[in-house]
């Protein structure tokens, strides 16, 4: 087997500029990054242009894994059509293989079940024409939230199999959230993204952690990572696998480098895939 092809997402270290971030991607020998459109002064939210981004990445070596994230995705209005093809544009621009979309997160958002099959079915009718024109991939995330709107994979499978959309879209695992809402069943045929990180937080079920707790994935994980990634790869994933950690405490470690470097050393060990840098899972 080569190795698992990582990637880093910039949850990683949000505190760094742009240069710093792209010399501990380096540092840590990951062969992509995620970048994102939520972190204050940082790339997109201070108006650097795909041209000059995607410069500085390909100067570096480095590939893109997606952009993070079309949010709210499953409320369909103006608004957020205009906000989608923004990104979609300048997810091609830069080269991006995909953009993460985002269900709605919102516990009195008012609407039924059946108001939420129809809003997701739509909302993905309308995304498939931009996705498919710019030659990209939506990349359907169910979080796994009490609040959330799409909880369950198989929720994201039937409605992206509805619409008759597998030729735009493809679903985010992300080992977390699916830990978190309890679900059991997933599709590594349809998956193009997978987000991993670690639970080490023992005092609280599942339905009850929140993004702080998500640190790098190590021994005593009760998130199940390894035998999540053993299942998606016997199913047949050769994505990546991007390192998506939200405790401040990780962000601001001054020994992040070797913390993550351990982490990739010890997912690679455990779900029985030497390497820690890229290659195709087999």
């Not at 739509?122 to 169910?142: A, C």
């Not at 929720?155 to 809402?181: E, K, L």
């Not at 994935?217 to 990572?225: I, M, P, Y």
Request: hydrophobic share 45%; net charge negative; glycine share 8%.
């Amino acid at each position: 087997m080569s190795a698992i092809r990582f990637s880093i997402n910039r949850t990683c270290s949000p505190q760094m500029t742009l240069a710093q971030f792209v010399t501990f991607a380096q540092t840590v020998g990951v062969e992509a990054v995620e970048v994102r459109n939520d972190i204050a002064g940082r790339e997109f939210a201070n108006g650097m242009d795909a041209t000059s981004l995607r410069a500085v990445l390909l100067d570096a070596g480095l590939k893109l894994a997606s952009i993070n994230a079309l949010q709210r995705f499953n409320d369909w209005t103006g608004s957020r059509a205009e906000e989608a093809l923004q990104l979609i544009r300048y997810a091609a621009m830069l080269g991006a293989p995909g953009i993460v979309m985002c269900p709605v997160i919102e516990a009195d958002h008012g609407w039924s079940e059946a108001e939420l099959e129809l809003k997701l079915r739509h909302s993905l009718r309308m995304l498939r024409p931009m996705f498919l024109d710019h030659g990209i991939i939506g990349f359907v995330e169910p979080l796994g939230m009490k609040a959330s709107t799409m909880k369950l994979q198989e929720t994201a499978v039937a409605a992206v199999s509805d619409i008759d959309g597998w030729n735009a879209f493809q679903i985010c695992h992300d080992t977390f959230q699916f830990f978190r809402c309890g679900d059991t069943r997933m599709f590594p045929e349809h998956i193009g993204l997978v987000h991993i990180s670690g639970i080490m937080r023992r005092d609280l079920p599942p339905h009850e952690l929140t993004e702080p707790d998500r640190g790098f994935v190590s021994a005593g994980d009760r998130a199940g990572n390894v035998e999540q990634l053993r299942k998606l790869i016997a199913g047949g994933y050769e994505g990546y696998v991007s390192i998506e950690p939200f405790d401040p405490a990780v962000q601001q470690d001054p020994e992040i480098a070797a913390r993550l470097k351990a982490s990739i050393d010890y997912v690679s060990g455990a779900v029985g895939i030497t390497g820690t840098v890229s290659g195709v899972l087999a």
